[in-house]
């Protein structure tokens, strides 16, 4: 009798394992076929990058614009900055040049004014740069209907700007925009393989993800700096409210949801400093993590709701820009499975370990091999040349795949502190573009 018993609760131990495993082969199935589709609506999107250029005719209206610069200890670019600002082929009396020194420890502010730049003082405590475009745009809205701009164009301080910019912003403006991103080019994407990577980052961004959907009519994503708000979209809003890490991706989530394209100018081109280190890159895209987490908390819902209630395309794309974090944590969940499905069959006996090896193997070669793929074609597509490139392309891989512990800290801890990185690159814009030609 007891070795029936034991021979009944092993055979139930065996039917409660079978289905277990049962049970994790479905779910590792789902969530597979989920990625796939959620892979396939981006690919998807993706063959309309390689569209032509939106145009923005010409036009005889020169608007009034501000180009407003937060800055924190940036005494070694600023004034580069205010200089390409001074050479826009815009009339000059159609636009200021507004710098917003904060926190500052060094002589940023003194810089700025030697450069011919104005100077807009905080006055309230300053935390962040969404902080100090709340303050400047409260103070804007204060201020008479005829001291009041059109639009005003965002920079960081360590930007350099195309002379076109401008220009190419105000004939987005004519043409009906409420909001617009530029191009974002890289001051020193061959200094190491960190700015390579950045660089190739918002060459992807650029191509693959923005001039992709000005062409079917969808919102280009903000990108902190390099971008348009009309003075009607800011009333609009009531001001410059954001609460999250990422101002930018708050606001493009702002104007989806007031039915405010962003729309994508790429002839309005400016050039960014990249972080040289590892640890300087870490530390950013923590940042860029909280927000993005902030961002879904508070408005995946709004955005849900408005895609499925409304039939919102604009809204259905941004909830599903937003659901890449969900995505990233499936996928680890995915890998988790199969490691589980592999070891019960290598100990039965159906498989051999090395033929787990050499999968795994395949499949990590088979990705970096994706990665530079995709890297060397936005490069090329950025009128970039490849062998310039290399360290960023190489590093790709890891750069990308090194957001996967970003975001797994961050969903456990935000970083809920804005970190100043020092700029150093001293570069003018015509040697910048000097180097471009050669």
């Known amino acids: 009798e007891p070795n029936k018993m034991e021979g009944t609760v092993l055979n139930i131990m065996e039917i409660s394992s079978i289905n ?30 390689f569209s032509p250029n939106p145009e923005y005719p010409q036009t005889d209206r020169k608007r009034r614009i501000a180009a407003v610069i937060a800055a924190r200890n940036e005494e070694a670019v600023i004034a580069n900055l205010v200089e390409s600002l001074k050479r826009q082929d815009y009339p000059r009396d159609r636009y200021d040049i507004i710098v917003i020194p904060n926190n500052c420890t060094d002589n940023t502010e ?5 450069s011919g730049a104005e100077i807009f003082t905080c006055k309230r405590t300053i935390k962040s740069k969404g902080d100090v475009l709340s303050e400047f745009f409260d103070h804007i809205l204060s201020l008479d ?22 220009d190419f912003m105000n004939r987005a403006l004519e043409a009906g925009a409420y909001s617009a991103q530029g191009y974002r080019d890289s ?3 061959y200094d190491s393989a960190i700015s390579g990577s950045y660089a190739i980052y918002y060459y992807a961004v650029n191509r693959f993800f923005n001039q992709a959907r000005s062409r079917i009519g969808l919102s280009a994503l903000i990108s902190g700096s390099g971008f348009m708000v009309s003075h009607e979209l800011i009333n609009k809003m009531g001001g410059w409210v954001t609460h999250t890490m990422t101002e930018d991706i708050e606001l493009t989530t702002k104007c989806v949801l007031m039915d405010c394209r962003v729309h994508w100018v790429p002839d309005a081109i400016i050039y960014d400093e990249q972080p040289l280190s590892f640890e300087q890159s870490w530390m950013q895209r923590k940042r860029w993590t909280t ?17 499925f209630t409304k039939l919102s395309l604009s809204s259905f794309d941004m909830m599903m820009f937003m659901s890449a974090l969900a995505s990233q944590i499936l996928y680890i969940v995915a890998i988790i ?14 498989m051999s370990p090395m033929y787990v090896f050499y999968r795994l193997s395949g499949a990590v ?25 290399r360290k960023g392309i190489l590093f790709f891989w890891a750069f990308v795949f090194s ?21 150093t690159v001293a570069v003018k814009i015509d040697d910048l573009q000097a180097d471009e030609r050669e």
């Open 291 to 307: 927000g993005l987490i902030q961002g879904i908390e508070s408005y995946f819902w709004p955005l849900t709701k408005k895609a």
């Open 110 to 114: 003194q810089e700025a004014r030697r």
């Open 187 to 189: 001051k020193n994407p």
């Open 403 to 423: 957001w996967v512990p970003i975001n797994l800290i961050c969903m456990i801890k935000k970083e809920t502190v804005w970190r100043h990185i020092d700029h």
């Open 365 to 389: 070669a088979l990705s970096y091999m994706f990665c530079m793929m995709m890297s060397t074609i936005a490069v090329i597509m950025a009128h970039r040349k490849p062998h310039k490139m």
């Open 337 to 350: 499975l199969t490691a589980v499905i592999d070891y019960e069959l290598v100990k039965a006996g159906s």
């Open 145 to 166: 209907e005829n001291d009041r701009y059109d639009a005003y164009c965002i920079f960081d301080a360590d930007n350099l700007v195309d002379e076109k910019f401008l």
């Open 20 to 49: 277990i495993m049962e049970a994790v082969r479905i779910i590792r199935m789902a969530i597979t076929v989920g990625l796939f589709i959620y892979s396939m609506y981006f690919l998807t999107i993706c063959l309309f990058s």
